[in-house]
């Protein structure tokens, strides 16, 4: 009998539902927000708000572009955390409900694995290379900067992370001071193909072991262009191309610099990317490069599944339901990082 999973995902600003079936995915619903833009940022209360009202048509889409009746689902598996409280809880509740009223099983996502599993998801028609384990991901987003080594798909160890600020949210950040727009990372990734990487040089962390810091070249961004806005209020509009080119090549080169240590350490060579930043062309091209200079087998996700979706999370749910690893329904949120 077929295992029909229905994948929920609200920890930030998509609310997201998805259905797959025996491993391949029927369909994947995502409502975005725009309310955020005109704040530069996304506003935690009304992303938890607008959750409210998409939830249910986005499930109800989900289901019928499946073509699949609620009664014949297998089980719900939600985004627990990590995310936005608010955000988690309409989609937890969410889920916790409507298993619970067709009497079926729970499954708890990390929203972390889930970024990871999404190289697992396949398409009729499409089959999708994956990777073989021990893997390396390297996982990028608005919120975190991870090197993770799967061993198995409910197996994963974090060898490395960001002691401060995210890749997509330094980039976000620097995109902002500028005036670009929210969310910087699209803009600063389509200016960045016209512009030259080696125009200006910023800061680049040298701290131990595989970590990330991004903190201090979000800071020397800021002074250099408070120095450069000093001399030439224009400056950004005058050379946004270069800045652009140059802060996307300063995050990529981080990036690699400790994967590559991190590839080497664990003589690993299957390398895959997750997360939103994986969307970046810059980084895409790196990724590329290193296939080729060092024999990586590399995987970077289609685009859809770059960013929030619940396409991941069912995948992950069909991963946990095969193990019959199902969860209470007083299971809590959770808002921080845990593996
Ligand atoms: O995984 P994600 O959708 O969710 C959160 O962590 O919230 O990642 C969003 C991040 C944002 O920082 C956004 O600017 C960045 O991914 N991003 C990109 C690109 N597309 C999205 N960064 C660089 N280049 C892109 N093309």
Redo the contacts with the bound molecule.
Sequence with gaps: MSVIVLGIESS?DDTSAAVIRDGYLLSNVIASQAVHEAYGGVVPELASRAHQQNIVPVVHEALKRAGVAKEELSAVAFTRGPGLMGSLLVGVSFAKGFARALGIPLIDVNHLNG?VLAHFIQTEGEENRVPRFPFLCLLV????SQIILVEAYNDMRILGQTIDDAA??A??KCSKVMGLGY????I??KLARQGNPKAYTFSKPHIPRLDYSFSGLKTSFLYSLRDWLTDDPDFVEHHKADLAASLEATVVDILMDKLRKAAKQYDIKEVAVA???S???GLREAFRQHAERYGWNIFIPKFSY???NAAMIAMNGYFKYLDKDFCPIDLPAYSRVTM
């Design positions: 930030c970024h987003s608005g919120g975190n997509g949210e980039i976000d969310p910087g990372g699209p600063i990734d997360g939103g930043v969307a970046n062309n770059t960013t929030d």
